[in-house]
């Protein structure tokens, strides 16, 4: 597990969140878009509502608040591989169900991707990825 205890985890953890989003989700979502898996390019600068935010930013934003919900659980995941293991499961599970079940619905969207395998499978592994990528920031940060 990281270093830290209670809350002063919190600050480490959104940052790891953040940075996850930036390097290991939009660099998994750059390798399923130019192998052609998905049509959703990385890094995008749409604006998002209802404050305009590039998407990329929008999407860090809300990486950093999933790095608090990762910090509350990651110290139940199992020690050595199986904490990495469990962090991709978290990663893809977690933020993948609540943007299928709440946020695509909430933006009119169909939810679950509108049950398109592709695009199902698309967020299972770019958000696989964050969890990951959360878990390596994590314990960098955690450790200076």
């Known amino acids: 597990m990281?270093?830290?205890?209670?809350?002063?985890?919190f600050p480490l953890a959104f940052v790891a969140g953040?940075?996850?989003?930036?390097?290991f989700h939009q660099g998994m979502l750059t390798l399923?878009?130019?192998?052609?898996?998905?049509q959703a390019a990385p890094f995008s600068m749409h604006s998002t509502k209802p404050f305009g935010l590039p998407a990329v930013w929008?999407?860090?934003?809300?990486?950093?608040?999933?790095?608090?919900?990762f910090a509350i659980f990651d110290r139940l995941f199992p020690k050595g591989v199986g904490y990495w293991?469990?962090?991709?499961?978290?990663?893809?599970?977690?933020?993948?169900?609540?943007?299928?079940f709440i946020v695509f619905p909430m933006k009119?969207?169909?939810?679950?991707a509108g049950w398109k395998p592709l695009?199902?499978?698309?967020?299972?592994?770019?958000?696989?990825a964050w969890g990951?990528?959360?878990?390596?920031f994590l314990r960098r940060f955690s450790r200076s």
Request: aromatic share 14%; hydrophobic share 60%; proline share 4%.
């Open 2 to 9: 990281a270093s830290g205890s209670g809350f002063s985890r």
């Open 18 to 23: 953040f940075a996850a989003v930036l390097v």
């Open 32 to 38: 399923l878009h130019y192998a052609g898996v998905t």
């Open 58 to 69: 929008s999407l860090s934003f809300w990486g950093g608040i999933w790095g608090l919900v």
């Open 85 to 100: 293991i469990w962090a991709i499961i978290f990663g893809a599970i977690g933020p993948s169900l609540v943007a299928w």
């Open 108 to 112: 009119g969207l169909p939810p679950a």
């Open 119 to 128: 695009g199902m499978l698309t967020g299972l592994l770019v958000n696989g």
């Open 132 to 136: 990951l990528g959360t878990a390596f």
